[in-house]
Structure formats: C-alpha cells, structure tokens
C-alpha cells in the first residue's frame, strides 16, 4: 500500500482487516442508489456535528472507566471515518485508501525509532524528534517560515488548544522547569485580576486577566501531568453530583432551591461533601 513499511499481519489485526473491509461495504451500501434516504442525503456539513459529538462520547466513556460503552463508541467515531470518507469518493475527491495510505506513511516517518535506525530511548527523545521531524515536513511543503503552533487547530475547544499549544512548546524548552513556577505565575495572576476588578478597570481587561488566568491553571494542570479538560470534567461531574443532592434534600422538604436561601443551600452542599468523605 503505498510507500507504507512492510508490516506482518498477525491472525487478530487480519481478522479485524476482514470486518473492517466488510464495515466499509456496509456504509456503501446504505450510500447506495436503493440504500437509506436519510444516509444518501448527508453532507460533509451534516455529519460534521455528529463527528464532535461521538469523539466526545468516546472521552466520556474514558473517563467514566467503561471498557463496553467505549468499544461501542469507538465503533460509532470509526463510522465518522467511513461515513465521511464514503462522501468524499462519491464527490471525486479521494478514496478510503488514500486516508488510510497517508496517516499510515505519516505514522512511519515519525517513528524512525521503530522502523529505520534512530534512536529514542525516552518518550521525551521521541517528542523532540517528533518536533524535528514536523518542521522537515513544513519545510519540504515550503512552509519553513509557518509557525510550530500552526499545527495546533484553532477551532479546538480553549482548554484543549491551550494544553495543545503549550505541550508543544515545552518539546523545545519553552516551558517552566516545575509546577511550582506555574503555581507562582497563577498567583500573579490572580492577584493582577484581583486588581482588575477592584479598580473597575473595565470587562475588556477584567476578560482578559481571567483569560491568563485559565490559561496559566492549564499549564498548571499540564506540569502535574493531569489532562486539564478530564480534571474540569471530574469537577463539573461533582458539582452536578452535589447540587442534586441539594434538590432531593429540598425536595423532601416540600420546596425548590428558588424558594431556599444561600446559607441553607451551603449548608446542604456542606452535607454532601461530608456524606462523600
């Protein structure tokens, strides 16, 4: 296939290649003249929401530890990839194999660790060399003047863009040595918010200090090694957790949380941290 390196097949990677194949032909088919109308009728545009959704599902079905739900949603994300791969050969604009051609070819340039004859011994050698790599690539497209950053897409969700960004940074040693020089510059921050809103300097620069402040609790995050979006999860999770328990507690007593008070509220969200400890 293509430039791809020769690789053995073993008996699960031909198997699933044979229920692969089969899955391919089963999306053509829905495509098909005489297939589904609802399928025949999308777009690129109409599936692209759909695209987001199940890679999101599949992050979700990550974090909640459930190796079911994820084999089922990495199923529905491969989909996507058919689906839309299906739709851009319809159109004349490129086959399945060549998606698979390219990624596969890019996988191997990037791992001459693996199959050529450099060395990586660590993970962090291996991300300098990805870096190193990448910039051959922009320079052999005659794009050595684009920036390294280029590659981190700007339609990505602020959290994950930032983390992105600053990862990548990091590889060339643009980075604090510890989270503790994170956690100095989170406290400058704060303190220049802090002077932001008492001063009423104004929600343009109110918005951008809380701005850098976000930015710099995404390095924090990155620099103890926890995924900043997974964490914000976890705590949204929490929240939700702690204020149903606020409802039903309310609930019993004939009321809403409208119709209760802040102090009685905190104390019921005081209730629920204890009852999780």
Known sequence: MGGMTEIQTSPASAEAGVLFARFVELIARLRAPGGCPWDREQTHETVKPMTIEEAYEVAHAIEEGDDEELAAELGDLLLQVVFHANIAEERGAFPLKKVIERVSDKMVRRHPHVFGDDDAATSGEVLRNWEAIKAQERA???KDDESMLDSVHKGLPAVMEAFQMTTKVSRVGFDWKEAGGALAKLDEETAELREAIGTEAGHDRIAEEVGDLLFVA??????TGVDPESALKAANRK???????????????????????????????????SLER
């Open 140 to 142: 052999a497209k005659g």
């Open 218 to 223: 995404v390095n924090v995050a990155r620099l």
């Open 239 to 273: 929240f939700r957790r702690r204020f149903r328990h606020i409802e039903e507690r309310l609930r019993s007593f004939g009321r809403k949380p409208a119709d209760s008070t802040l102090e009685e509220m905190d104390r019921l969200w005081d209730e629920a941290k």
